[in-house]
């Protein structure tokens, strides 16, 4: 079954540093997102991602964060100076459907980001 | 957001059926209500989704109220696999981000 791929499965950086976050979506899907999940709270919605546009971004996706489709496979979130508060699990997932949203989002196993 | 209410957790016996209960009393005729799950350190995974009529997929059914104001995810035999936060997710039918809850904790006892 085809599956979306994280890496690294878990990073740990050091506070301000870079870290870019990768993810090898389903390969016909269109939408791409970024979740993330902080220990123990909700997952929590970043960014979605259509036609190498941002569609829509939270409160949380602010000027430190970025993604990017480099090519025609990869789908990536860099971090550009990481703070503590950035430590969290990082789900990547991707959804085939271009007519507007019809159900199933697949998502990775996620990508855990530890900040010292 | 059209707001989700879930019991915090439930218990069930393996191979029996599970009824989760998912309240929405503020839902708009174009929301959509979607479940997932997510297993111990794994991302969310979806089970099921419909707008109006009862719906039925090889992981579980879903029961839909009337009114359209609660609905019900059932599993008809639980596994230990199944143990698992269930979220109910409402999303109007022109956006895609899910606003993920607190979710119930399902476990699954031998």
């Known amino acids: 079954e085809p599956e979306v791929t994280q890496t690294p499965s878990h990073q740990v950086t050091q506070m301000g540093q870079e870290v870019i976050l990768r993810c090898v979506p389903i390969s016909n899907h269109l939408y791409f997102y970024w979740y993330r999940q902080i220990l123990g709270q909700k997952v929590e919605f970043l960014v979605s991602f259509y036609n190498n546009e941002i569609s829509e971004k939270s409160e949380i996706f602010d000027d430190q964060f970025s993604v990017e489709r480099p090519d025609g496979s990869n789908f990536t979130l860099k971090i550009r100076s990481t703070k503590l508060e950035d430590s969290a699990m990082y789900f990547c997932?991707?959804?085939?459907?271009?007519?507007?949203?019809?159900?199933?989002?697949?998502f990775g196993e996620g990508s855990r980001l530890t900040v010292l | 957001d059209a707001k989700t209410t879930q019991p915090n957790s439930m218990e069930s016996n393996e191979e029996e059926p599970v009824h989760l209960p998912c309240n929405h009393s503020?839902?708009?005729?174009?929301?959509?209500i979607h479940w997932y799950r997510q297993l111990p350190s794994q991302g969310p995974e979806y089970v099921i989704h419909?707008?109006?009529s009862n719906v039925n997929n090889r992981m579980a059914s879903l029961a839909i109220a009337e009114d359209r104001k609660s609905s019900t995810l059932i599993l008809h035999r639980a596994t230990l696999r199944d143990a698992a936060v269930y979220y109910c997710?409402?999303?109007?039918?022109?956006?895609?981000?899910?606003?993920f809850g607190t979710g119930t904790r399902l476990q699954v006892f031998p």
């Open positions: 503020t839902i708009s005729g174009t929301d959509y």
């Open positions: 997932a991707s959804r085939v459907s271009d007519r507007g949203f019809t159900g199933e989002l697949f």
């Open positions: 997710i409402l999303t109007p039918y022109n956006t895609d981000k899910l606003i």
């Open positions: 419909g707008l109006t």
